[in-house]
C-alpha cells in the first residue's frame, strides 16, 4: 500500500489555526484536493474500507466523487458499475482520467456533474459510498444529501458508507489557538482561501464566530470529550438541532473554546478516527485536523467547576449556497451551583426551523 506523504509547505503545527475549508466547499481547488490525496489516515482507512466492502459483481454510486479515487477502490474491488456524481465541473476530467488508468474503466463508470439532489441513477446501487465529512462531521451537509441518496439510489439491501459517524467536543484550554483567533493569524494552503472573504460572506466581522481548522492535543483538555451527534444513515438523522450537554472540569485552566471532531464506522472492521493529536507519527489529518470552537473571552475556570453547552446547527435565513449551515455554540460555567460566566457564539445569522 502507498504511503502517502504532506508536502513540507503543508506542515502543521498543534493549535495553530487553519482557514476552514469545510465552510468554503465550492472554492476547493487543485491544493486542496492534493491535500486529501495524500492525507494518510484518510486514504487508508477509505481504501480498506472500500475494497472490504465492495464485492465483484456490486454497483455502486460515488457522492461528491472529486478526483475519482473511491469510484477507483470501488472497480478495483470488482464493482460491476460506479456512478460518479460530483458538482465541480473542474473535478471531472481528472477523474474520468484517473479512472482510465484502469483498462476497463471507460465502460464500468459514469459520471454525473450536477448535485446528487438533481441525478437520476438508470439502476439501484449495492453501495453507496461517500467522504462529504467535515470535521464536525456534518459541516458538509452530508445529513440531507446521504438521506436522499438512501432513499433514491440504494437497495433495500444495500450498503452505506461510512454507516455510521459520531461528532463529539471537548472544552479546552489553549491560549495559543485562541490567540490566533484574536490576532485573524488563519493559516491557509494559498491565498485563494481568504478567512476577511468567508466572515463577510457570512455576515459578521467578528472572527469568534467561526470555527477553524486546529490540531487541539489532549493536553489542552479541561474535561473529558462528550458525544453530541450520531448519524446512522437510515432516515432518522437531523440536519436541524440544537443538543444540551454538560462537562465536569478536571483542572484549573483557562477555557478558551471547543474541540470538535469525528469517528466514522466505515465498514465492519475500518473506523477512522480525527481526534487524535500525533502529528509526527502521522496520526492526524492532513485535511480535516479538528474543529477548533472558540469562545470570543477566555473564562478561568477551577477542578469541579461545569460548563453547561448547547451546541445547534441550522440553516441561513437566506440560503444561497447548496452546502451552507450555522452552528452555534452557547452556555455558562457553573460553580457550587451558580454561574459565574457565560459565552455565546456562532456563525453567521442563525434561523433555529
Known amino acids: 500500500m502507498k504511503c502517502y506523504e504532506t508536502k513540507p509547505e503543508m506542515r502543521y503545527d498543534r493549535e495553530q489555526v487553519w482557514f476552514p475549508l469545510s465552510e468554503d466547499i465550492l472554492s476547493w481547488d487543485d491544493n ?5 490525496l495524500n492525507d494518510n489516515i484518510r486514504m487508508k482507512a477509505y481504501e480498506r474500507a472500500i475494497k472490504e466492502a465492495v464485492k ?11 478526483t475519482g479515487i473511491l469510484a477507483f477502490w470501488a472497480l478495483e474491488a470488482g464493482a460491476r458499475k460506479v456512478y460518479g456524481i460530483d458538482v465541480n465541473e ?3 476530467p481528472q477523474a474520468l482520467e484517473r479512472i482510465a488508468q484502469l483498462s476497463y474503466g471507460h465502460e464500468r463508470f459514469t459520471v454525473f456533474n450536477a448535485l446528487s439532489f438533481d441525478v437520476t441513477l438508470p439502476e439501484r446501487v449495492d453501495v453507496c459510498i461517500s467522504e462529504i465529512l467535515g470535521n464536525l462531521a456534518d459541516n458538509e451537509d452530508m445529513t440531507p444529501i446521504l438521506a436522499d441518496a438512501r432513499q433514491k439510489f440504494l437497495k433495500a439491501d444495500g450498503i452505506m458508507l461510512p454507516r455510521k459517524v459520531t461528532t463529539s467536543l471537548v472544552p479546552v484550554s489553549s491560549v495559543k489557538a485562541y490567540n490566533h483567533v484574536k490576532n485573524v493569524n488563519c493559516k491557509t494552503i494559498n491565498s485563494a482561501y481568504r478567512l476577511d472573504s ?3 460572506k457570512l455576515q459578521t466581522d467578528n472572527p469568534f464566530n467561526m470555527y477553524y481548522d486546529c490540531i487541539l492535543p489532549e493536553s489542552t483538555y479541561v474535561s473529558k470529550p462528550n458525544v453530541v451527534q450520531e448519524f446512522k444513515f437510515d432516515g432518522t438523522d437531523r440536519s436541524v438541532y440544537s443538543v444540551k450537554t454538560t462537562f465536569d472540569v478536571t483542572k484549573d485552566a483557562a477555557f478558551t473554546g471547543f474541540k470538535g471532531s469525528f469517528v466514522a464506522e466505515l465498514s465492519d472492521s475500518v473506523t477512522l478516527d480525527i481526534s ?24 478561568d ?3 469541579g467547576d461545569r460548563i453547561e453547552l448547547t451546541y445547534a446547527r441550522s440553516y441561513p435565513v437566506n440560503k444561497d449556497c447548496a452546502f451552507g449551515q450555522n452552528y452555534s455554540w452557547n452556555g455558562n460555567v457553573m460553580r457550587d451551583g451558580k454561574s459565574i460566566a457565560e459565552f455565546s457564539q456562532k456563525t453567521g445569522s442563525v434561523r433555529l426551523s
Do not use: N, Q
Open 32 to 36: 486542496f484536493h492534493e491535500l486529501m
Open 90 to 92: 473542474k473535478r471531472i
Open 301 to 303: 475556570v477551577k477542578k
Open 56 to 66: 465483484p459483481g456490486m454497483t455502486v454510486v460515488d457522492i461528491g466523487t472529486g
Open 276 to 299: 487524535g493529536d500525533d502529528i509526527e507519527g502521522r496520526k492526524t489529518s492532513d485535511c480535516w485536523k479538528h474543529a477548533y470552537l472558540p469562545i470570543e473571552t477566555p473564562i
Open 198 to 200: 468567508l466572515l463577510k
